[in-house]
């Protein structure tokens, strides 16, 4: 059973910045791609980042050079660092577990980023 536990949501002006961290656990193939998703109320599900366990990194356009996604393979723990927030960035933020080799996906809970104007 794998479990994806996301953490670092919270309320924060525009411009500011958040970092989230989502945990791994369970039994976990080795070569995966780690990342976020996000909602919006009313809207689809849309990627954010995503981070292969190679390293390989891959951005929404909307958050080119304000993101950045890093892993620790070690720890099986994916961070986004989300700098000069803007209210558009407001949703609930999702960490994604995809393994190639299985076509599997594990979803965390969510967790939520408001920017106010």
């Known amino acids: 059973q794998v479990q994806l536990v996301e953490s670092g949501g919270g309320l924060v002006q525009a411009g500011g910045s958040l970092r989230l961290s989502c945990v791994a656990s369970?039994?976990?193939?080795?070569?995966?791609?780690m990342g976020w998703y996000r909602q919006a109320p009313g809207k689809e599900r849309e990627l954010v980042a995503t981070?292969?366990?190679?390293?390989?990194?891959n951005y929404a356009d909307s958050v080119k050079g304000r993101f950045t996604i890093s892993r620790d393979n070690a720890k099986i723990t994916v961070h986004l660092q989300m700098n000069s927030l803007k209210p558009e960035d407001t949703a609930k933020y999702f960490c994604?577990?995809?393994?190639?080799?299985?076509?599997?996906?594990?979803w965390g809970q969510g967790t939520q980023v408001t920017v106010s104007s």
């Open positions: 981070i292969s366990s190679a390293g390989s990194t």
């Open positions: 994604k577990l995809n393994v190639p080799l299985l076509a599997r996906n594990y």
């Open positions: 369970g039994s976990i193939f080795r070569a995966n791609v």
